[in-house]
Nanobody, 128 residues
Framework: QVQLVESGGGLVQPGGSLRLSCTVSGDILDEINIGWFRQAPGREREGISCISASTGNIYYADSVKGRFTIARDNAKNTMFLQMNSLIPDDTAVYYC?????????????????????RGKGTLVTVAS
């Protein structure tokens, strides 16, 4: 069974940066679809960035494109989300997720439909 543990959340001022990390166990990182999702109070879950294992293609939601970067360290089985130019609307609980079945080869579809395994989440608060 795949297990994911996030770290790196916290309070940051608008315009600041944070890097989230997610350690994955139970599967090989570069062989599975992975992604980052977030959910703010009163809002639906949003898939903000996903990587397709089969194509290597990356998807970013319009809300984070140009500001956030997803990355992975296969040797450490760890994925990252570098978040720059943060705004208050980025405030949310952020989750890393994985789909060992690789049901969707299109990373946008993987983000839109969600993934079977996710971590407990880490809170990111953007406020002055």
């Amino acid at each position: 069974q795949v297990q994911l543990v996030e770290s790196g959340g916290g309070l940051v001022q608008p315009g600041g940066s944070l890097r989230l990390s997610c350690t994955v166990s139970g599967d090989i990182l570069d062989e599975i679809n992975i992604g980052w999702f977030r959910q703010a109070p009163g809002r639906e879950r949003e898939g903000i960035s996903c990587i397709s294992a089969s194509t290597g293609n990356i998807y970013y939601a319009d809300s984070v494109k140009g500001r956030f970067t997803i990355a992975r360290d296969n040797a450490k089985n760890t994925m990252f989300l570098q978040m720059n130019s943060l705004i208050p609307d980025d405030t949310a609980v952020y989750y890393c997720a994985a789909d060992p079945v690789n049901y969707y080869s299109d990373p946008r579809a993987a983000c839109d439909h969600g993934m079977d395994y996710r971590g407990k989440g880490t809170l990111v608060t953007v406020a002055s």
